[in-house]
């Protein structure tokens, strides 16, 4: 919060969009290994640029890679590997391998200086999934079990997260008169003399409706993750054979007249008295999927999103640069798995709360 407030000083807009990439990149390594690996640098090169890259950087280039390939549509094209995605993508996947064993070195002396190898209370989810291998039981897994774990990780809960938050930003910034009521509730759950925190959350009815609204027309994963039939199977009068890759058009969905009213009218009104909510029992709304490969993540994920809204517009006075209007915040898409604002958002920023106001130990 504190870097967004002092790049608004300087009167030039925020890159919003670069921000958020960065804040949502530190909650994961924070989470993962206890600290940020800004600018730790692999010591193998990639094949065709011959340059070393840190952690963001690598994670970034592989979600970039993350498309639609011939291939996957007709495997005896894969072996063409027509635009070298493969290529790129297992360069990529040696790079990130280097820079995992050089953090589990790191944690693993981190370890041998406390000698100790149980899990402690200041331990990080690395530090616990390493512990396990000295116990040696059915939960420990080998290095290279780790490693992939950690790696589907990051890629599913970094990109999505921060894709997620700037669509929020961007239709919220579309509609003033939503800003304005958001304010008003942020002022009286909240008050302008402190932070959000977390137990504010459930107090925050218009903000939730906001979000569900925000995410109904621009769901962070428009296609979810694709599926796989085991069996020959009927949905919807349509006949899906044994083994068809399947993709669930959350987009479509979310746009679809037929489902709701005034599709394309932004109202989060329609979610005040209505008993839809994010968590894959009603199908007209499913940005974490449903069923049993439901997003793992699903109530990290909504929080996450809650609370970063929630503190930007809290602590952050927003507007649109000089010369544009709400309706120019441009909503063109960019699809990398998830979908990605095109052209980054960029605002005016000024702070919305006295200079007390703002405890840093506060969450967010
Ligand atoms: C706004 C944030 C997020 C959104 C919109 C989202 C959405 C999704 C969706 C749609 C799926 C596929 C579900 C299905 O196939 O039915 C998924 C899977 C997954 N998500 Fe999330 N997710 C978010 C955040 C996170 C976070 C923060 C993490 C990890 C820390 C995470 C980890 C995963 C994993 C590991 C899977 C794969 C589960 C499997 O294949 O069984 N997600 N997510």
Same mark, same amino acid.
């Given at each position: 919060?504190?870097?967004?407030?002092?790049?608004? /000083?300087?009167?030039?807009?925020?890159?919003?969009?670069? @921000?958020? $990439?960065?804040? /949502?990149?530190?909650?994961?390594?924070?989470?993962?290994?206890?600290?940020?690996?800004?600018?730790?640098?692999?010591?193998?090169?990639?094949?065709?640029?011959?340059?070393?890259?840190?952690?963001?950087?690598?994670?970034?280039?592989?979600?970039?890679?993350?498309?639609?390939?011939?291939?996957?549509?007709?495997?005896?094209?894969?072996?063409? &590997?027509?635009?070298?995605?493969?290529?790129?993508?297992?360069?990529?996947?040696?790079?990130?391998?280097?820079?995992?064993?050089?953090?589990?070195?790191?944690?693993?002396?981190?370890?041998?200086?406390?000698?100790?190898?149980?899990?402690?209370?200041?331990?990080?989810?690395?530090?616990?999934?390493? $512990?396990?291998?000295?116990?040696?039981?059915?939960?420990?897994?080998?290095?290279?079990?780790?490693?992939?774990?950690?790696?589907?990780?990051?890629? /599913?809960?970094? &990109?999505?997260?921060?894709?997620?938050? @700037?669509?929020?930003?961007?239709?919220?910034?579309?509609?003033?008169?939503?800003?304005?009521?958001?304010?008003?509730?942020?002022?009286?759950?909240?008050?302008?003399?402190?932070?959000?925190?977390?137990?504010?959350?459930?107090?925050?009815?218009?903000?939730?409706?906001?979000?569900?609204?925000? @995410?109904?027309?621009?769901?962070?994963?428009?296609?979810?993750?694709?599926?796989?039939?085991?069996?020959?199977?009927?949905?919807?009068?349509?006949?899906?054979?044994?083994? $068809?890759?399947?993709?669930?058009?959350?987009?479509?969905?979310?746009? &679809?007249?037929?489902?709701?009213?005034?599709?394309?009218?932004?109202?989060?009104?329609?979610?005040?008295?209505?008993?839809?909510?994010?968590?894959?029992?009603?199908?007209?709304?499913?940005?974490?999927?449903?069923?049993?490969?439901?997003?793992?993540?699903?109530?990290?994920?909504?929080?996450?999103?809650?609370? @970063?809204?929630?503190?930007?517009?809290?602590?952050?006075?927003? $507007?649109?640069?000089?010369?544009?209007?709400?309706?120019?915040?441009?909503?063109?898409?960019?699809?990398?798995?998830?979908?990605?604002?095109?052209?980054?958002?960029?605002?005016?920023?000024?702070?919305?709360?006295?200079?007390? /106001?703002?405890?840093?130990?506060?969450?967010?």
């Amino acid at each position: 919060m504190n870097r967004i407030l002092e790049l608004g /000083a300087k009167g030039n807009p925020v890159n919003m969009s670069s @921000i958020l $990439s960065e804040l /949502a990149f530190d909650i994961s390594t924070q989470n993962f290994f206890g600290k940020s690996y800004h600018g730790h640098k692999t010591s193998v090169t990639n094949s065709t640029t011959d340059e070393r890259k840190d952690l963001p950087t690598l994670i970034l280039q592989v979600v970039e890679n993350a498309m639609f390939v011939p291939g996957d549509i007709y495997p005896m094209l894969r072996k063409l &590997d027509i635009g070298g995605v493969e290529a790129a993508l297992l360069s990529l996947r040696k790079e990130l391998d280097d820079l995992f064993t050089s953090i589990f070195e790191e944690h693993r002396n981190k370890a041998e200086r406390k000698e100790t190898t149980v899990a402690t209370e200041d331990s990080d989810f690395l530090d616990v999934l390493l $512990s396990l291998q000295s116990e040696n039981t059915e939960y420990s897994l080998t290095d290279r079990e780790i490693k992939s774990l950690l790696y589907d990780l990051m890629l /599913a809960g970094t &990109d999505t997260i921060s894709a997620q938050v @700037i669509w929020i930003m961007t239709d919220i910034m579309r509609h003033p008169e939503v800003l304005q009521e958001l304010h008003k509730e942020l002022d009286s759950v909240v008050g302008r003399g402190r932070m959000v925190e977390v137990s504010d959350l459930v107090h925050m009815k218009y903000l939730k409706a906001v979000i569900k609204e925000c @995410i109904r027309l621009h769901p962070g994963l428009p296609l979810g993750a694709p599926h796989q039939s085991m069996q020959a199977t009927k949905v919807a009068g349509y006949h899906i054979p044994a083994g $068809s890759r399947v993709f669930i058009n959350l987009w479509a969905i979310g746009r &679809d007249s037929r489902v709701w009213e005034n599709p394309m009218d932004f109202n989060p009104g329609r979610f005040f008295s209505s008993p839809i909510d994010l968590k894959g029992q009603h199908f007209q709304l499913l940005p974490f999927g449903s069923g049993r490969r439901i997003c793992p993540a699903m109530n990290l994920g909504i929080q996450m999103m809650q609370l @970063i809204v929630a503190q930007l517009f809290h602590t952050c006075d927003f $507007s649109v640069p000089q010369g544009m209007g709400p309706g120019n915040v441009d909503v063109q898409e960019e699809f990398h798995g998830a979908s990605r604002k095109k052209i980054p958002l960029e605002l005016l920023v000024a702070p919305r709360l006295p200079p007390h /106001a703002y405890d840093l130990h506060t969450a967010c």
